[in-house]
C-alpha cells in the first residue's frame, strides 16, 4: 500500500514515516515508478512505532525492542533504566523543595554537586555492562545498591566486582534452556525481584515462625524438589548450571566478599541468610544439597 493510506491506518503523518524510514525502524520497498510500498508488516511494524513513542521511548531504545530477541525482556530493561532516572528527578524536585524553604543556598549547591558527581552503585554498574547482563545484576542485587560509593573500601571492592564479572567466563546454555531464561526474565521487573528479596528478608528475620506458618506449603515444595518431574525440568537444569558456575568461577571468593564490602546493606542480610540456612537445614536436612557451595 502507499504512504497515503498507511497514514490513514496508522494516524501517522507522511513526515513522521519518512523519518522512520530515514532511521531505518522500516524498510519499505521502492517501486519502478519512485513510490514506496508499504507490506502489511511495514504497518505493523509502525503502529507498534507510534505506541512506543508516545510512550517515551528514544528511536535506539525503540530499535532494541524491535529488533532484539525477546520483546518484553527489552521493554522491562528500558522501564527498569526509566526508574532509575525518575528516582533523580525526584531527588531534584526535594531539593527544589528544600530550596522553596530554606535560603540556604550554598547547602543545596553542595547537594547537587553531590547529586551529579555520585551515582548509585546500582546506576555505575547498569553503565559499565549496558546489555542483559547489568540489568540481570542489578534486578537480583537491585535492593542492595541504592547505595552510593563513598569510601576507598567501597571504591576497591567496586572495581574488583566489575573486573570480575567482565572477565569470568559464562557458561553455554542449550537454545531450549535459553529460551527458558528467556521467557521467564521477560515476567519480571524490579518491583517483582526487589519484592520477593524484601519477602526472604522478612523471613530471616525469624526464620523459625516463618517456618512454623508456612509449613504446609515448604514441605510441599521440599517434595517437588525431590522428585522426578523436578529433576526432569528446566529450572533443575538452570539451577545445577548455576551452582556448577558458581562453584567454579571464583563467586564466592571474589563476588560475595566484595559486595559484603560494597553495600553495608548486603552485608547484614547475608549474614542474617548465612544464618538462617543453618537454621532451615537443622529443620530439614534432605535441602542440605539444595545450595551446596564448596
Same mark, same amino acid.
Given at each position: 500500500? +502507499?504512504?497515503?493510506?498507511?497514514?490513514?491506518?496508522?494516524?501517522?503523518?507522511?513526515?513522521?514515516?519518512?523519518?522512520?524510514?530515514?532511521?531505518?525502524?522500516?524498510?519499505?520497498?521502492?517501486?519502478?515508478?519512485?513510490?514506496?510500498?508499504?507490506?502489511?508488516?511495514?504497518?505493523?511494524?509502525?503502529?507498534?512505532?507510534?505506541?512506543?513513542?508516545?510512550?517515551?521511548?528514544?528511536?535506539?531504545?525503540?530499535?532494541?525492542?524491535?529488533?532484539?530477541?525477546?520483546?518484553?525482556?527489552?521493554?522491562?530493561?528500558?522501564?527498569?533504566?526509566?526508574?532509575?532516572?525518575?528516582?533523580?528527578?525526584? %531527588?531534584?524536585?526535594?531539593?527544589?523543595?528544600?530550596?522553596?524553604?530554606?535560603?540556604?543556598?550554598?547547602?543545596?549547591?553542595?547537594?547537587?554537586?553531590?547529586?551529579?558527581?555520585?551515582?548509585?552503585?546500582?546506576?555505575?554498574?547498569?553503565?559499565?555492562?549496558?546489555?542483559?547482563?547489568?540489568?540481570?545484576?542489578?534486578?537480583?542485587?537491585?535492593?542492595?545498591?541504592?547505595?552510593?560509593?563513598?569510601?576507598? %573500601?567501597?571504591?576497591?571492592?567496586?572495581?574488583?566486582?566489575?573486573?570480575?564479572?567482565?572477565?569470568?567466563?559464562?557458561?553455554?546454555?542449550?537454545?531450549?534452556?535459553?529460551?527458558?531464561?528467556?521467557?521467564?526474565?521477560?515476567?519480571?521487573?524490579?518491583? +517483582?525481584?526487589?519484592?520477593?528479596?524484601?519477602?526472604?528478608?522478612?523471613?530471616?528475620?525469624?526464620?523459625?515462625?516463618?517456618?512454623?506458618?508456612?509449613?504446609?506449603?515448604?514441605?510441599?515444595?521440599?517434595?517437588?524438589?525431590?522428585?522426578?518431574?523436578?529433576?526432569?525440568?528446566?529450572?533443575?537444569?538452570?539451577?545445577?548450571?548455576?551452582?556448577?558456575?558458581?562453584?567454579?568461577?571464583?563467586?564466592?571468593?571474589?563476588?560475595?566478599?566484595?559486595?559484603?564490602?560494597?553495600?553495608?546493606?548486603?552485608?547484614?542480610?547475608?549474614?542474617?541468610?548465612?544464618?538462617?540456612?543453618?537454621?532451615?537445614?537443622?529443620?530439614?536436612?534432605?535441602?542440605?544439597?539444595?545450595?551446596?557451595?564448596?
Amino acid at each position: 500500500m +502507499l504512504i497515503n493510506e498507511v497514514c490513514k491506518i496508522t494516524g501517522l503523518t507522511k513526515k513522521a514515516i519518512e523519518y522512520y524510514g530515514e532511521k531505518g525502524l522500516i524498510t519499505p520497498r521502492i517501486e519502478e515508478n519512485g513510490y514506496r510500498h508499504f507490506s502489511s508488516e511495514d504497518v505493523a511494524r509502525l503502529k507498534e512505532i507510534s505506541v512506543l513513542r508516545k510512550l517515551g521511548l528514544s528511536i535506539p531504545e525503540i530499535r532494541s525492542v524491535l529488533d532484539g530477541d525477546n520483546k518484553r525482556a527489552s521493554l522491562a530493561k528500558i522501564k527498569y533504566q526509566k526508574d532509575l532516572k525518575l528516582q533523580q528527578y525526584k %531527588e531534584k524536585q526535594d531539593l527544589l523543595n528544600q530550596l522553596i524553604e530554606s535560603e540556604n543556598i550554598e547547602e543545596i549547591i553542595e547537594q547537587l554537586e553531590v547529586l551529579g558527581k555520585q551515582q548509585t552503585i546500582k546506576e555505575k554498574l547498569l553503565d559499565v555492562f549496558p546489555g542483559y547482563y547489568g540489568y540481570f545484576l542489578v534486578l537480583h542485587f537491585g535492593r542492595f545498591l541504592n547505595e552510593k560509593i563513598l569510601s576507598e %573500601e567501597q571504591e576497591n571492592a567496586y572495581n574488583k566486582i566489575v573486573e570480575f564479572l567482565d572477565s569470568v567466563k559464562t557458561f553455554d546454555i542449550s537454545p531450549e534452556l535459553k529460551e527458558f531464561l528467556e521467557n521467564a526474565v521477560s515476567f519480571m521487573d524490579d518491583e +517483582l525481584m526487589e519484592g520477593t528479596i524484601a519477602e526472604v528478608s522478612m523471613a530471616i528475620e525469624d526464620v523459625d515462625d516463618y517456618i512454623e506458618k508456612n509449613k504446609d506449603v515448604l514441605e510441599q515444595y521440599i517434595n517437588y524438589r525431590s522428585s522426578e518431574e523436578y529433576k526432569q525440568s528446566p529450572a533443575y537444569k538452570i539451577q545445577n548450571l548455576l551452582l556448577e558456575f558458581q562453584r567454579t568461577s571464583g563467586y564466592y571468593d571474589i563476588f560475595i566478599p566484595n559486595m559484603r564490602k560494597l553495600s553495608l546493606s548486603y552485608d547484614e542480610y547475608f549474614q542474617k541468610l548465612q544464618e538462617a540456612n543453618k537454621r532451615f537445614m537443622q529443620r530439614y536436612p534432605e535441602t542440605s544439597t539444595w545450595y551446596d557451595n564448596k
